[in-house]
Structure formats: structure tokens, C-alpha cells
């Protein structure tokens, strides 16, 4: 399988501390995302890291990529009860048949207590 | 920011029926669809890539007969799964990608689909 994997599992956690979740891939890439999803809904864009970056902020967000080891991280600073969702890494490769696709990794649950 | 509509958000069908699932593309052209399928507490699994004017590309394991996907314009894509069964029953999400994007995807809500 493609998929890349993402640990931990699930990460539990209070209000205002840090959260780090990392993902671990197999193919080359274009670039590296990551998203969000709350509960039974879509998926919402975090950010995009691109294969020749190595490091990414965005607001509370940084994210950091190693092409070498086939890895990634989020980390969440000063997390909110509203941070509570699943988030997932996707990579983005082109196939041999020429198109690019977006494979999600298992994801990680993260539950941000008041 | 782009907006995805799917619908319906939740459908419940009888075993043996078809069930058709739309994603449209609000303000933005999509030249490429994706269909996820998810289940309960688990990753999206993508079953196709939907390319305008072109037929889908296929996951490995994923049926085409069973699950026809057409992507007749530029902001539409549907996704018909065809003589529902109960294992059918699952979370089906489209996303769709700008014509000139960075990369990012843009999410649907999702569709409920269970097959009773």
C-alpha cells in the first residue's frame, strides 16, 4: 500500500500544550499536506510543504519535511479545545500514468481537554 | 476561499438500488475530481481520479462497473454506486483541485451512504 503512516494513533492532551503528530511516507514527492477533519465532515486544508522545503509556519502551525528519511511533522503550538479533530498527512506524487494523485496517511486523533 | 458541494449529505437506500452522488466545483474550475471512500475512524482511501472530458482512473481493487464516476465539466463530477449492498455503507467524500492550483484539495462534506 502507498499509504503513509502517522503516529501517534490518537495524542491526548490539555489546553495549551503542544501537540506533535508525524508522518512517515514511502514515494517520492511533489509536496506534502496537511489536513483536518472533524467528525462525519470534509477535510479542510492546513498547509503545503513542498519537497525542496524544509520547514513551514503557519499561525499556531509549523510543519517540517525530511525527503531523506521520508518524513514529516505538525506540530501544533499552544493548542485549543477547538484543535480537537483528526488530522492527516497526504503526499502528493505523479503517477507513471502521468497524474498526480493525493495519498492520506492513517491519521491522528487529537483530543485538546479544557 | 473554493467551495466543493456535495450532495446528498446522507442517503439511506434499499439493497439492490443505485445511488448517485454529485460534486460540484462552486467557483472555481476543477480539471481533476477525486472520490475518497472512509469508514468509521479510519484514513480516506481514494478509489479514483476524475479528469474532465476523460474517463476515470481506478484504484487498484475498486470496482468500475460497481462505482461509475463521470466528470462531464469543469464543475461536476458524479459518483453512482450501483445495486448498493450493506458493505457499500460507508462515508464517501469528493474533492477537487484547481485548474492552475497549488496542489491543495478542496473538500466536500462528505456523503453518508447506508444500505439497508
Known amino acids: 500500500s502507498q499509504q503513509g503512516e502517522e503516529d501517534p494513533q490518537a495524542l491526548s492532551i490539555q489546553e495549551g500544550e503542544n501537540a506533535t503528530m508525524n508522518c512517515s511516507y514511502k514515494?517520492?514527492?511533489?509536496?506534502l499536506q496537511w489536513y483536518r477533519q472533524n467528525s462525519g465532515r470534509g477535510l479542510v486544508h492546513l498547509i503545503l510543504?513542498?519537497?525542496?522545503?524544509r520547514e513551514k509556519h503557519s499561525g499556531r502551525l509549523r510543519v517540517t519535511l525530511d525527503t531523506s528519511k521520508k518524513s514529516s511533522s505538525l506540530l501544533i503550538t499552544a493548542s485549543r479545545a477547538a484543535d480537537t479533530a483528526s488530522y492527516f498527512c497526504?503526499?502528493?506524487?505523479?503517477?507513471?500514468?502521468?497524474?498526480?494523485?493525493?495519498?492520506f496517511g492513517t491519521g491522528t486523533r487529537l483530543l485538546v481537554s479544557p | 476561499g473554493a467551495v466543493v458541494s456535495q450532495h446528498p449529505s446522507r442517503v439511506i437506500c434499499k439493497s439492490g438500488t443505485s445511488v448517485k452522488i454529485e460534486c460540484r466545483s462552486l467557483?472555481?474550475?476543477?480539471?481533476?475530481m477525486f472520490w475518497y471512500r472512509q469508514f468509521p475512524k479510519q484514513s480516506l482511501m481514494l478509489m479514483a481520479t476524475?479528469?474532465?472530458?476523460?474517463?476515470?482512473?481506478?484504484e487498484q481493487g475498486v470496482e468500475k462497473d460497481k462505482f461509475l464516476i463521470n466528470h462531464a465539466s469543469l464543475t461536476l463530477s458524479t459518483l453512482t454506486v450501483t445495486s448498493a449492498h450493506p458493505e457499500d455503507s460507508s462515508f464517501y467524500i469528493c474533492s477537487a483541485r484547481f485548474k492552475r492550483g497549488t496542489g491543495e484539495l478542496f473538500f466536500g462534506e462528505g456523503s453518508r451512504l447506508t444500505v439497508l
Open positions: 514515494t517520492s514527492i511533489n509536496n
Open positions: 510543504i513542498r519537497s525542496n522545503e
Open positions: 467557483d472555481f474550475q476543477a480539471t481533476t
Open positions: 476524475s479528469n474532465e472530458g476523460s474517463k476515470a482512473t481506478y
Open positions: 497526504a503526499t502528493d506524487s505523479v503517477m507513471n500514468t502521468g497524474f498526480q494523485k493525493l495519498v
